[in-house]
């Protein structure tokens, strides 16, 4: 119970408490974002503390993990820091350095809750492997508790975390005219020198726009596509994740003449659909 009240308590400090704001400022907001996570740790140890009647010791359980997991946090996000400016270290990563340093730092936050776990809550890393391999192989469940904390760490990756990933790995669409299509056309236009009407030729052009309102609801639809492509993972309903695709290719099928356009939506769709269906199979895995 412990290990999920953390990661859940890191992933609420990292992606709810963080604004974007903060995110786009790391190096100035970096002391306020480490209290978001200071206030977030301190209740679950709280919590925890007072649940075990037997247990006493106020500084083992809350005031070492602690110190011990922001410490962490404070030194792995300086290096993200370091590592996102560094021109070196950029060109070693390769492409989608944003995306792979995102995943890179969540995965080390994970790995020293585990060890804060396993220093200052006797849970040993080679039981918790037991335990996975248990919940991998054999009809073993989660406690009712241990479920909904797993299925909330599910909501969370499945929204706001995997949108980050998205959009780090696709890109924004530019906030300018994004689509131009230029078009001829006949218009009768009156000559005053001559009675008769001649046609004149025009040009129109027509542009497609875009706001901060149709990004947010953009986003709101991923959130909802995942959420729901994860349920149908659950049940194995595959054939109906195909009906999603489709019926977001047709609400945007004008938009598919753009190349660009095209291309962003293809690569966000299927991205999407993989994260779904990954956290589907996760899902069904361990609650089944």
Not at 53 to 68: A, G, R
Not at 230 to 244: C, D, E, K, N, W
């Amino acid at each position: 119970m412990i290990l999920l009240s953390l990661i859940l308590a890191h992933l609420v400090g990292d992606f709810y408490l963080q604004t974007d704001e903060m995110a786009k400022t790391k190096e100035k907001s970096l002391r306020k974002h480490i209290f978001h996570h200071f206030i977030c740790l301190l209740f679950v140890t709280m919590a925890y503390w007072f649940s075990q009647s037997e247990t006493k010791d106020f500084f083992h359980h809350v005031c070492f993990p602690l110190l011990f997991i922001l410490f962490f946090h404070y030194l792995i996000d300086c290096l993200k820091i370091i590592s996102s400016k560094a021109n070196n270290i950029r060109k070693m990563i390769g492409e989608y350095v944003e995306a792979k340093l995102l995943l890179l730092d969540q995965a080390l936050h994970v790995v020293v809750i585990i060890i804060a776990c396993s220093f200052f809550y006797n849970i040993p890393i080679d039981v918790l492997l037991k335990k996975l391999n248990m919940l991998i192989r054999t009809d073993t469940t989660l406690g009712t508790l241990n479920i909904l904390l797993f299925l909330m760490i599910i909501l969370i990756l499945a929204t706001t975390f995997s949108g980050l990933v998205i959009k780090k790995v696709v890109g924004n669409l530019p906030n300018h005219i994004s689509t131009f299509e230029g078009k001829l056309s006949f218009k009768m236009a009156e000559n005053n020198k001559e009675t008769s009407r001649k046609p004149k030729m025009t040009e129109e052009y027509h542009y497609t726009l875009y706001n901060i309102n149709s990004y947010n609801r953009g986003e709101i639809i991923g959130y909802i596509e995942r959420i729901i492509v994860i349920i149908l993972t659950y049940y194995s309903a595959y054939p109906a994740i195909g009906f999603i695709i489709a019926a977001k290719s047709i609400a945007r099928f004008k938009l598919m003449e753009e190349r660009a356009w095209a291309e962003y939506f293809l690569l966000g769709t299927l991205l999407s659909m993989l994260i779904g269906i990954s956290l589907g199979v996760i899902t069904r895995i361990v609650l089944t």
